[in-house]
């Protein structure tokens, strides 16, 4: 029997329809439980600036509980068809980057939660984001939904276009970003991918040299400027330093290895990022070579991803070889530098270059015409990793060639979003309560 033909026949087993279905398990923890849970071993200094974060909207309440939906999900019914799923795969954890080649790319970026799991889990999470985002900038009702139905479409067609393809095929696919501008129908989306394009490749390792360094005589450091970047008394000790970075120059390939071996590092500090992982340890270490060139490495902490506890553990012990490995696997050219280690008090921690010409989107700024082109373009991104870590066949047969699967998730995300503005709800109330 065909792939095609199985992934059809399961749908006697899990009903496209069903796909719609959400409803909240009566036992379900309360928000400040689930807070409570997934930051008890986060920085405490640091919870208040992550709460902070997570007040602004209910956009960005769900960019820092993926615990939560997570937990919700299990509940659902799935498919069981695995792919290397993000995890926590909402709109802002896609952007561009360059490639080793210096070509700027568009791909998934953020791999914290990143596991073998059903791919119902990342096309949910990231059908309600858009539903989410649509309502922060005031859009329609239908337009919200509309928001998520289009990037739903675009995953299954371009899952049946990818199923028709080679897995060298696949391997070698990359979107890259001046491609994607020139082909835009939209001139709006063109105008500010060229924009972005601009503004990326003017950044430089030497740029961010003279923006979070100084000169202390003769002697450069990064400058405090907490609570956002400061120095931590915990992490001084030389050897254990040493040690880190010798573990983590052996997770590289050899010809990268030699590069890394060409820095010594200058100085190391705290430095709080995003939303969701704020209050995880997480810093920036600069390091210099013979020719005093700056090379500026983001070392930030893995712990076990949200979905472990639903979806099986990860095959790797080691949290921050889980996020490298699935990054490589799902990534269509991934960051020379990144690797993982263990150390400084123990912990599970991998590392890329801070900044390498990244573009983030900037939702809030996107009107219909944007987002709806962006709902597309992280589909067809969605749609690729599935397709290239899992089995599209088996997935281009249950989904069918109908618009019923985009009509029945658009509706799921509604009813998700809904569910996420009443626990951003509770959870405004705990701070106004004092309780956070």
Request: glycine share 6%.
């Amino acid at each position: 029997m065909s792939n095609l033909k199985q992934g059809k026949d399961l749908r006697q087993q899990v009903g496209r329809k069903s796909q719609s279905e959400f409803k909240i398990q009566d036992n379900r923890p309360s928000v400040l439980d689930f807070l409570k849970s997934y930051e008890h071993n986060r920085l405490p200094d640091l919870i208040k600036i992550r709460h902070q974060r997570m007040s602004a909207s209910p956009f960005a309440f769900y960019r820092g509980t993926a615990n939560i939906m997570a937990y919700d999900l299990s509940f659902l019914p799935q498919t069981n068809i695995i792919v290397q799923a993000i995890g926590d795969c909402h709109l802002m954890n896609f952007g561009g980057f360059a490639t080793p080649e210096r070509t700027l790319v568009f791909d998934a970026n953020d791999f914290d939660e990143t596991l073998p799991a059903s791919w119902e889990i990342d096309v949910k999470r990231l059908a309600t984001s858009f539903v989410l985002a649509a309502r922060h900038n005031n859009f329609r009702a239908p337009d919200c939904k509309e928001m998520a139905f289009l990037m739903l479409q675009s995953y299954r067609k371009h899952i049946l276009e990818f199923e028709e393809l080679s897995m060298l095929e696949l391997w070698y696919m990359k979107f890259d970003i001046q491609s994607i501008a020139d082909r835009s129908r939209s001139l709006e989306m063109r105008q500010m991918l060229n924009a972005a394009v601009a503004k990326a490749e003017k950044e430089s390792e030497e740029k961010i040299f003279y923006k979070i360094t100084q000169n202390i005589s003769g002697h450069f450091k990064i400058v405090d400027q907490p609570p956002l970047i400061y120095h931590d008394a915990e992490i001084n000790n030389k050897d254990e330093i040493t040690n880190f970075l010798n573990y983590y120059n052996q997770t590289l390939q050899p010809d990268r290895r030699w590069l890394f071996e060409q820095y010594q590092l200058v100085d190391i500090a705290q430095k709080v990022v995003g939303v969701g992982s704020v209050g995880m340890r997480c810093y920036v270490a600069m390091l210099m070579n013979a020719k005093q060139e700056p090379l500026f490495l983001q070392v930030k902490e893995a712990t076990e991803s949200v979905l472990e506890q639903f979806s099986g553990k990860s095959r790797y012990t080691h949290s921050g070889q889980r996020v490298v490995e699935g990054q490589r696997l799902v990534q269509a050219a991934s960051d020379i530098f990144l690797g993982w280690s263990t150390g400084l008090g123990g912990r599970h921690y991998y590392i890329r270059q801070l900044r390498d010409r990244k573009i983030a989107p900037l939702p809030e700024q996107f009107d219909k015409e944007i987002l709806t082109a962006y709902a597309k373009l992280c589909g067809r991104m969605l749609a690729r990793a599935h397709a290239k870590t899992g089995n599209a066949s088996l997935l281009a047969g249950y989904m069918g060639k109908s618009e019923l699967l985009e009509d029945v998730i658009s509706d799921f995300a509604i009813e998700y979003a809904n569910q996420t503005e009443k626990d951003y709800s509770q959870f405004m109330k705990a701070i106004n309560a004092g309780l956070l």
